[in-house]
């Protein structure tokens, strides 16, 4: 009966060894897993952020360009409002020239005229 007893015993004691080394080869397979897939979540975190990095030096780049472009557009408008102020007292002085160009115009025709009156006016004295 004892000999029975040990042989129960020694199946049992194998049956559970058994048992826990399966159960340690489980738990080590799934601590594996569970490495693997930290160690994949790391590597996409590290990928998002240096991408996230790449993109916030492209925007800084991008926001120096559109400042530097708002600037300059600010200086042409500022060039093209005085080429206007210039091209406006321009057009006035054309416009007052032509004016003055007008009145003499007029002043030589009146003068020709008088002159061909004395001119006339001398012919008929000397007749």
């Known amino acids: 009966m004892e000999e029975n007893l040990k042989t ?9 060894t058994a048992i826990f ?3 340690t080869i489980g738990s080590c397979s799934s601590a594996a897993r569970q490495k693997s897939l930290r160690e ?8 998002s952020e240096e991408k996230l990095s790449k993109f916030l030096q492209e ?3 991008l926001e120096s360009k559109l400042s530097s472009s708002e600037q300059a557009l600010e200086e ?3 060039g ?5 102020k210039a091209l406006l007292q ?4 054309n416009q007052s020239l032509k004016d003055e160009l007008q009145k003499v115009s007029k002043l030589k025709e009146t003068l020709e005229e008088d002159l061909k009156e004395a001119l006339a006016v ?5 007749k």
């Open 8 to 16: 129960r015993l020694v199946i049992i004691l194998g049956i559970l």
């Open 21 to 23: 080394f399966i159960s």
């Open 40 to 47: 994949k979540e790391m590597m996409t975190r590290l990928d």
């Open 59 to 61: 925007k800084k780049a």
């Open 76 to 78: 042409e408008k500022a």
């Open 80 to 84: 093209l409002g005085a080429a206007k």
């Open 90 to 93: 321009e057009q006035l002085v």
């Open 122 to 126: 001398k012919a008929k004295a000397k």
